[in-house]
């Protein structure tokens, strides 16, 4: 009996504090894939998500503040949002504006991808994304949403911004 007590402690000792570590953030280990690193979580395909991520301009120019809108129909935990080159994939750009309850990561170059820093549920967001100064093409934005430890939708893109 001490040992099953024993053992089933350490293990919630083991998935509680795993869990914890995503608490404030995405680890850097998803900036290529956008995927979350959580144990057993189930991936939910992009079409039947109930997030938007938009902008309300369809082409920018190099050294351009974008807006950029996040919309949910129902609350979520977790993120991780990029702006993406068409013609590559390759993130680009950063990030000048983000809201309370996020914070920049530099899977690149500072500032070029966002997450959450806390655990609050979250439902509309904004953030203002800056062009590189030089010509790099057209993007897209892309957003991993988190709703629970569990349950995830990874990549939902938004449309196309044109350079």
Not at 20 to 28: E, I, M, Y
Not at 81 to 89: E, Y
Not at 127 to 147: C, H, L, M, R
Request: with cysteine.
């Amino acid at each position: 009996a001490h040992i099953a007590i024993i053992g089933w402690a350490c293990t919630t000792l083991c998935v509680v504090s795993y869990a914890a570590a995503f608490s404030h953030g995405a680890s850097l280990s998803a900036c290529t894939d956008m995927m979350p690193r959580h144990l057993t979580a189930q991936l939910h395909s992009p079409s039947n998500n109930y997030v938007t991520v938009h902008t309300n301009m369809s082409f920018y120019f190099p050294g351009d503040k974008v807006p950029v809108t996040v919309r949910s129909t129902r609350d979520f935990m977790g993120f991780l949002l990029q702006a993406r080159k068409v013609s590559n994939n390759e993130i680009a750009g950063t990030f000048v504006f983000i809201p309370p309850g996020s914070k920049l990561l530099t899977c690149f170059e500072d500032g070029d991808t966002v997450t959450h820093s806390d655990k609050a549920l979250k439902r509309n967001l904004s953030f203002v994304w800056k062009a590189p100064d030089q010509p790099i093409g057209d993007i897209k934005f892309f957003i991993s949403v988190v709703q629970s430890y569990f349950v995830y939708w990874a990549k939902i893109e938004s449309a196309i911004v044109a350079q």
